[in-house]
């Protein structure tokens, strides 16, 4: 099993900058795919970013490409998303996930709780 705990959410104002962390606990963090997901009120979940197990490879949604990175410390079992240029379209609860394939199929079987981003205008 593998536990997953979000933390850096909050509200800031349009053109700011938000760091969110991931926190992992349990066996084998190191050899998940570990991403980040989103899911606005009356929305589905969307895919935002993933890194590989090795921190190699990444990839992004297109509507963060450029303006979100995310990477991963597997010393400290953490995983992380530096925001930018946040928008209010960016608004949403985030999710920390973890798999083996979840940079192939872009979803995953571990998750945490969630954090709240909220960006005003």
């Known amino acids: 099993q593998l536990q997953l705990v979000e933390s850096g959410g909050g509200l800031v104002q349009a053109g700011a900058s938000l760091r969110l962390s991931c926190a992992a606990s349990?066996?084998?963090?190191?050899?998940?795919?570990m991403g980040w997901f989103r899911q606005a009120p009356g929305k589905e979940r969307e895919f935002v970013a993933a890194i590989s197990w090795s921190g190699d490879s990444s990839l992004y949604a297109d509507s963060v490409k450029g303006r979100f990175t995310i990477s991963r410390d597997s010393a400290k079992n953490t995983v992380d998303l530096q925001m930018n240029n946040l928008t209010p379209e960016d608004t949403a609860v985030y999710y920390c996930?973890?798999?083996?394939?979840?940079?192939?199929?872009?979803?995953?079987?571990?998750w945490g709780q969630g954090t709240q981003v909220t960006v005003s205008s």
């Open positions: 996930a973890a798999d083996f394939t979840l940079l192939l199929r872009r979803w995953a079987d571990y």
């Open positions: 349990g066996r084998s963090f190191s050899k998940y795919g």
